[in-house]
């Protein structure tokens, strides 16, 4: 269900730890990390066991272990009879440890090696693939001149090469995913052991091209000992819906709530009510207030509808007419097109002490909460709270800037404030507890920004709440469907365009190819 996101400093404590306590020497694990993605780029270009030797290739190795893994692979494509040339950034003997032991392996095993510095760029061309092992997790600041000049070295050559990048594209920062201040831009990126954190961010996508994580042996106990703060979010996480069975019916599907609705703002409810069902609800009804009700059913025969007291506005007086019919529900999404007029916030207020249902506030309900934070506390853990990146600033009295250059901690601080699973949207959205994991979805797709997405998302969350997942997983699980959803819209509509409503319309198939890809 969710694949560790390791940030460099995690990722060489368990290099470190795999020595220490398990005595897996890290000549060993440059040695499985070379073998790994020796096979990765044997896959992506086809190559087979009985392909000829053919390739040309030019590895660069720069002064750390990500040269040494370069290093470790020139020996493997050389030893199976493709042309290569090793072309490392320091002088031979200024390496150290494990990429000086396999520097000498590979210079014992007559790999043709020179010196970056000794070589005029214009000699280089002509060759099948570039590899990529300039600079990995240990990159620490902006790229110093010389090195900054290899990396567009090897973007030129990657004009007409296949350009491989090991563990992560040099010039990319493993924490953060942005170019210090470029990267190589790879095809492929075979990353080791576990995607850095960096990888999974929306900068890091121009260069990453295709990601293969592949072990290099870490032992599990290790990797579960030492577990990251974050994790990715994997397809597997859609084992958690069954396929119905025969006996199914509507009222077993769960039953979904959606509070929302107000003067100018019927539409709202609606999709999220829509998407619900398109996600499997067997029923949806929206409570909005009574005078509202005919502008929020235009005429969707699927939805029903309770109309609460008279007016077009919120009160508390409308709790305790819905009082009396939460048994119905399975759980509520509780904001969208909720509207901040009036009594609202009272109504809020009211629901919040009384009902028990599982819920998710989105939207209003939002900046309802963040103008009355001592509600924060109320909303409790099971429940569910789906900021976009102003919301979540008004409530955490933070500007959007802030919020987005820390968004993990941000999302974070809110499940602390609330006790409730917290989402962050937007590109990477985030899903945090109070405790445990945070997980980073692995979708940054531009068709789902788009005004009443935010919506969407409600209520398949409002679905899967209602299916009884608990909160953390309905809000990963839900953030995956949506992203799915999105990437199938960015198929037919490559330039956007796409309506919210389409969103939730895609949801079915979304599902049906998140399904198709989890790996047994
Ligand atoms: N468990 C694993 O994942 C394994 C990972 N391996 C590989 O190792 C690298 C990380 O290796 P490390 O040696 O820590 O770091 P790098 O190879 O990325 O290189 C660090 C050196 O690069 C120089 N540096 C740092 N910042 C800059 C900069 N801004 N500009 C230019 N140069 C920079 C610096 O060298 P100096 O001597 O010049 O200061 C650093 O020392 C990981 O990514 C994997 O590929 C293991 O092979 C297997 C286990
Ligand atoms: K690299």
Known sequence: ??????????????????????????????????????????????????????KRVLLLAGPGNNGGDATALSRHLHDLGHEVLLLHTRPRQDYKNEAAYHLELALKAGVPTRLATDLDARDLGGYDVVVDGLLGTGLSGELRPDMLNLVRLTNDLGRKAFVLALDIPSGLSGFTGRPLPEAVRANLTVTFEAAKIGIAQPEAAPYIGRLDVRPIGIPRALRKAHAPAHVLMT?????LIEKPGPGLHKGTAGHVLIIGGSAGLTGAPMLAAVAAMRAGAGLATIACPADIADAVKASRPEVMILPLDSGTEWTPNMMAALEPELARFDAAVVGPGLGRAGDTANFLRAWLSTATLPTVYDADALNLLASQKELLKKIGESAIVTPHPGEMARLLDLDIAEVQARRSECCRRLAENTGAVSVLKGAASLVASANGPRAVSPYCEPNLAVAGSGDVLSGILGRLLAGGLDAYHAACLGVLWHGQAGSILARDFPYRGNMPLEIAHVLPQAIKELKGHVQR
């Open 1 to 54: 269900m969710f694949a560790p996101l390791p940030t460099p400093h995690e990722m060489a404590d368990w290099d470190r730890l795999s020595a220490r306590d398990f005595g897996i020497m890290p000549e060993m694990l440059m040695e499985n990390a070379s073998r790994a993605a020796l096979q990765a780029l044997f896959d992506a270009l086809g190559v087979k066991a009985h392909s000829p030797a053919n």
């Open 235 to 239: 397809a597997g996480l859609t084992d």
